[in-house]
């Protein structure tokens, strides 16, 4: 079965400039989540998606942070203009389904994207 | 404000010894809990869960104990071997989301 992918692995630019990310889920999973996760933090959930409906978009900074999932299956994320803060890894993860009741569904994560903002 | 709290950021452990990874939650109505582990440049893979309804869940050489009272559970790896160094984060659920703590780099020692 392939994991979920992402691309750029790395990605460099300077402070005002725009960048998308990618990310394919496994196939047949419902539900895509996107984290940044800051050096020495935990992931921080950015955006929730089940199939191409956003779920929960409440920690994402709308000013500068968009986020799509056409067709229900790859996501993209984009920031501009990017910030300083915004260097962090971005991973990308998707699950079975939205967690429901005393079920939970684990996430698979993609290898994620580490962005610099100079 | 952190929801999910590892306290402790580094754990060095000797090969054959047992891994005790601790990790506090701050939220009374987290029903589900999760450890991953991560080694660099991969992103998290997933190791073990636990629903608040249970005190322990068992797989293999990894052993995780819920304190629902303490908000507090830990995870047990016996025996330790060299493969397991990487950081292993906790993670909680929540109503709609998962939040996570911010990791402890486990490094074993052969």
């Known amino acids: 079965e392939a994991g979920v992918a992402q691309s750029p692995r790395y990605k460099i630019i300077e402070k005002r400039q725009s960048v998308a990310f990618w990310c394919n889920p496994i196939s047949g999973h419902a539900t895509l989540y996107w984290y940044q996760q800051i050096l020495g933090q935990g992931p921080k959930l950015l955006i929730q998606?089940?199939?191409?409906?956003?779920?929960?978009d409440s920690q994402l900074p709308k000013d500068r942070f968009s986020a799509e999932r056409l067709k229900g299956v790859d996501s993209t994320l984009k920031i501009q203009p990017a910030k300083l803060e915004d260097s962090a890894v971005y991973l990308c993860?998707?699950?079975?389904?939205?967690?429901?009741?005393?079920?939970?569904?684990?996430?698979?994560f993609g290898p994620g994207t580490r962005l610099t903002v100079t | 404000d952190q929801q999910v709290k590892q306290n402790s950021p580094s754990l060095s452990v000797q090969e054959g010894r047992i891994s005790i990874l601790n990790c506090d939650y701050t939220?009374?109505?987290?029903?589900?809990f999760l450890w991953y582990k991560k080694y660099p440049a991969e992103g998290p893979t997933f190791l073990i869960s636990i629903s608040s309804i249970k005190d322990k869940n068992e797989d293999g050489r990894f052993t995780v104990f819920l304190n629902k009272s303490a908000k507090h559970l830990s995870l047990h790896i016996v025996p330790s071997q060299p493969g397991d160094s990487a950081v292993y984060f906790c993670a909680a659920r929540g109503p709609n989301q998962f939040y996570f703590g911010t990791g402890t780099s486990l490094t074993v020692i052969p």
């Open positions: 993860a998707s699950s079975l389904e939205l967690a429901s009741g005393t079920e939970a569904y684990e996430q698979y």
């Open positions: 939220n009374s109505m987290f029903d589900y």
């Open positions: 998606f089940q199939n191409n409906g956003v779920v929960d």
